[in-house]
C-alpha cells in the first residue's frame, strides 16, 4: 500500500511559479507510476501529468505542456510538479496518484491511490 501526502501548494499571481511535492510512503515507490491531476471547482478531475516508476517516461496534458515539467528522486520517494508561468486557469486542487499497472496513464481511474491534495490559487 502507498500513502501519499502533497505540499507545495499556495497562492501565487500569474506568470509566477510554484513547485509541488508528493512524499510516498512504502518501499515499493520506485514501482509505481505516478501523476498529478487537478480539480477545479464544479469541473471534473483531469490529468496534468504523469512519470513512469524509473523517470524515463514523461507525459503531459496539452494545456500544461512547456510550462509545468514532473520529476521524481526515488531515493527520496518524492515526486515533483514544477509549474512556470502560471495562469489563472490553473487555479484547482492539485492532486499526486500513483498507479503499478498502467504506466504514464491519463485515466483517473487507472490510479489506485491518491493523495489529499493541495490548494494552487493564481490570480490575475
Known amino acids: 500500500q502507498v500513502q501519499l501526502v502533497e505540499s507545495g501548494g499556495g497562492s501565487v499571481q500569474a506568470g509566477g511559479s510554484l513547485r509541488l511535492s508528493c512524499a510516498a510512503s512504502g518501499r515499493t515507490f520506485s514501482t509505481y507510476a505516478m501523476a498529478w491531476f487537478r480539480q477545479a471547482p464544479g469541473k471534473e478531475r483531469e490529468f496534468v501529468a504523469s512519470i513512469s516508476w524509473s523517470g524515463d517516461s514523461t507525459r503531459y496534458a496539452d494545456l500544461v505542456k512547456g510550462r509545468f515539467t514532473i520529476s521524481r528522486d526515488n531515493t527520496q520517494n518524492t515526486v515533483y510538479l514544477q509549474m512556470n508561468s502560471l495562469k489563472p486557469e490553473d487555479t484547482a486542487v492539485y492532486y499526486c496518484?500513483?498507479?503499478?499497472?498502467?504506466?504514464?496513464?491519463?485515466?483517473?481511474?487507472?490510479?489506485?491511490?491518491w493523495g489529499q491534495g493541495t490548494q494552487v490559487t493564481v490570480s490575475s
Open positions: 496518484a500513483a498507479n503499478n499497472r498502467w504506466g504514464t496513464a491519463v485515466v483517473v481511474g487507472t490510479y489506485r491511490y
